[in-house]
T-cell receptor
Framework: AQKITQTQPGMFVQEKEAVTLDCTYD???????LFWYKQPSSGEMIFLIY??????QNATEGRYSLNFQKARKSANLVISASQLGDSAMYFC????????????FGQGTRLTINP | DVKVTQSSRYLVKRTGEKVFLECVQD?????MFWYRQDPGLGLRLIYF???????EKGDIPEGYSVSREKKERFSLILESASTNQTSMYLC??????????FGPGTRLTVT
């Protein structure tokens, strides 16, 4: 079975600072995908970034990067130059590569950016 | 622009009622999912479907059923709503490895 653990229930960061949100995972699947989603107070789930387990390089999307350390089974999200609009819940998730790609989510981290 | 819609943003039902939550996607995706979101627990998979009339149980299927008669529509059914089913319900769809597209969610309150 797959499992995602996010150990930071909440984080507070000053605007313009970089922030790292932690995510560790456990799986016996040889191939898997790792995801980060953002959920603002409005409730919609916004896809941020994806990393395949066989990807050689860390994924990046604008200000978001995924620090993938396969041996340590971690997939931390790094947000550079944080903005007030980054305040939201952030969820780490994983899915198998084969089959229906059903997602397993972590508990989430509530990020608050202070001006 | 890709779109997943859900029939209601907010819903209030009484204990024992039969409740239908509808989800429609316009991306011709094979796979559709229903998740439930509760504080401190993240999102948990209730049921998913990988084709019309095909369904599989997720991690917490008890008290729920689903229906997929057309490719674009995936319905979640609470046969007899209970107060412990008060939650946010999120529908999603995908057709490949990578992003799942989510609907706006339905906040269901059972009184």
């Amino acid at each position: 079975a797959q499992k995602i653990t996010q150990t930071q229930p909440g984080m507070f960061v000053q605007e313009k600072e970089a922030v790292t949100l932690d995510c560790t995972y456990d799986t016996s699947d040889p191939s898997y995908g790792l995801f980060w989603y953002k959920q603002p107070s409005s409730g919609e789930m916004i896809f941020l970034i994806y990393q395949g387990s066989y990807d050689q390089q860390n994924a990046t999307e604008g200000r978001y990067s995924l620090n993938f350390q396969k041996a340590r089974k971690s997939a931390n999200l790094v947000i550079s130059a944080s903005q007030l609009g980054d305040s939201a819940m952030y969820f780490c998730a994983m899915s198998p590569v084969q089959g229906a790609q059903k997602l397993v989510f972590g508990q989430g981290t509530r990020l608050t950016i202070n001006p | 622009d890709v779109k997943v819609t859900q029939s209601s943003r907010y819903l209030v039902k009484r204990t024992g009622e039969k409740v239908f939550l509808e989800c429609v996607q316009d991306m011709d995706h094979e796979n559709m999912f229903w998740y439930r979101q509760d504080p401190g627990l993240g999102l948990r998979l209730i049921y998913f479907s990988y084709d019309v009339k095909m369904k599989e149980k997720g991690d917490i299927p008890e008290g729920y059923s689903v229906s997929r008669e057309k490719k674009e529509r995936f319905s979640l059914i609470l046969e007899s709503a209970s107060t412990n089913q008060t939650s946010m319900y999120l529908c999603a769809s995908t057709d490949r490895v990578g992003e799942q597209y989510f609907g706006p969610g339905t906040r269901l309150t059972v009184t």
